[in-house]
């Protein structure tokens, strides 16, 4: 039957600790320069962190020949890799992608409920909202041509929400990409954004729908990214967890020869005297 050292076991319970260590500190990276993204700072943080904890008990069993922490680990590596799928699964669901007309840009009904609470609530937007004009986001972008969704592909979500007014407002673009003239008529279409726009820097469409759906398709996003680097861990954990199996049995397997040779050696000993 195949035997794997469990030295190399080990080894291989390095990877998913370096990669939970990795984890954390991409999140502590994003705590200090994500600026107004810091959406994944938490999930990576504690999930970085029991990866890191799980992978480092399999580790010391492994290599120390631990029977009592290589279950420990199997046990929790179980809890863990129910955990990631679950979150996995969940946020598969909630970071679904919005149906919306792409030259309209999003709408923060577009989105699912559980990401709608990062717009809806007021303290949230509040802070957000602040964050967005500190960053001055929409500075420098100028341009020389009609509200046409086609020249503004090179802006992120969050810019084409929240630095121009909607397309369907019919405005037209003047001095540069920050200033738009209303018609005379008024707007094309009696919609809250194109009411709540105004060329004023500090106010723009920072109150319109648009903005928090732009901020939404960004957060969306990055919960997409968090969900592919879920299910690496998960292959990695499980593929290390099957290799532990192999560590327990390894231990038995020493254990039964030194038992094995301790019966043998104790009669002749006998028998000598």
Same mark, same amino acid.
């Given at each position: 039957?195949?035997?794997?050292?469990?030295?190399?076991?080990?080894?291989?319970?390095?990877?998913?600790?370096?990669?939970?260590?990795?984890?954390?500190?991409?999140?502590?990276?994003?705590?200090?320069?994500?600026?107004?993204?810091?959406?994944?700072?938490?999930?990576?943080? &504690?999930?970085?962190?029991?990866?890191? %904890? %799980?992978?480092?008990?399999?580790?010391?069993?492994?290599?120390?020949?631990? !029977?009592?922490?290589?279950?420990?680990?199997? @046990?929790?590596?179980?809890?863990?890799?129910?955990?990631?799928?679950?979150?996995?699964?969940?946020?598969? &669901? %909630?970071?679904?992608?919005?149906?919306?007309?792409?030259?309209?840009?999003?709408?923060?009904?577009? &989105?699912?409920?559980?990401?709608?609470?990062?717009?809806?609530?007021?303290?949230?937007?509040?802070?957000?909202?602040?964050?967005?004009?500190?960053?001055?986001?929409?500075?420098?972008?100028?341009?020389?041509? *009609?509200?046409?969704?086609?020249?503004?592909?090179?802006?992120?979500?969050?810019?084409?929400?929240?630095?121009?007014?909607?397309?369907?407002?019919?405005?037209?673009?003047?001095?540069?990409?920050? &200033?738009?003239? %209303?018609?005379?008529?008024?707007?094309?279409? *009696?919609?809250?954004?194109?009411?709540?726009? *105004?060329?004023?820097?500090?106010?723009?469409?920072?109150?319109?729908?648009?903005?928090?759906?732009?901020?939404?398709?960004?957060?969306?996003?990055?919960?997409?990214?968090?969900?592919?680097?879920?299910?690496?861990?998960?292959?990695?954990? !499980?593929?290390?967890?099957?290799?532990?199996?192999?560590?327990?049995?390894?231990?038995? @397997?020493?254990?039964?020869?030194?038992?094995?040779?301790?019966?043998?050696?104790?009669?002749?000993?006998?028998?000598?005297?």
């Amino acid at each position: 039957m195949l035997r794997i050292n469990n030295r190399r076991v080990g080894i291989l319970q390095a990877l998913p600790m370096m990669v939970g260590l990795g984890a954390m500190g991409g999140a502590l990276y994003i705590g200090v320069h994500g600026g107004c993204d810091k959406v994944l700072q938490y999930p990576l943080l &504690f999930g970085g962190l029991m990866v890191s %904890v %799980v992978s480092t008990l399999g580790l010391l069993g492994a290599l120390c020949s631990l !029977t009592a922490a290589l279950y420990l680990y199997l @046990l929790l590596a179980f809890f863990l890799l129910l955990a990631f799928a679950s979150f996995t699964v969940a946020a598969l &669901f %909630v970071s679904a992608r919005p149906y919306h007309a792409p030259h309209l840009g999003f709408r923060v009904r577009d &989105f699912s409920p559980f990401l709608q609470h990062y717009v809806t609530h007021p303290s949230h937007w509040h802070d957000t909202r602040r964050c967005l004009l500190a960053a001055r986001i929409c500075l420098g972008l100028t341009l020389h041509a *009609n509200n046409d969704s086609r020249i503004f592909q090179h802006w992120s979500s969050t810019q084409y929400g929240c630095c121009k007014p909607p397309v369907q407002c019919g405005f037209t673009l003047m001095k540069n990409s920050t &200033f738009w003239d %209303v018609p005379k008529v008024g707007p094309s279409m *009696n919609d809250s954004d194109c009411m709540a726009w *105004n060329n004023s820097e500090d106010k723009l469409c920072y109150d319109c729908d648009s903005c928090k759906g732009g901020v939404l398709a960004n957060i969306r996003k990055q919960w997409r990214h968090l969900t592919i680097f879920n299910i690496c861990v998960i292959v990695l954990v !499980t593929t290390v967890y099957i290799l532990g199996c192999y560590a327990i049995r390894n231990n038995r @397997l020493d254990y039964s020869n030194y038992k094995s040779q301790r019966r043998i050696r104790i009669p002749s000993t006998v028998m000598h005297h």
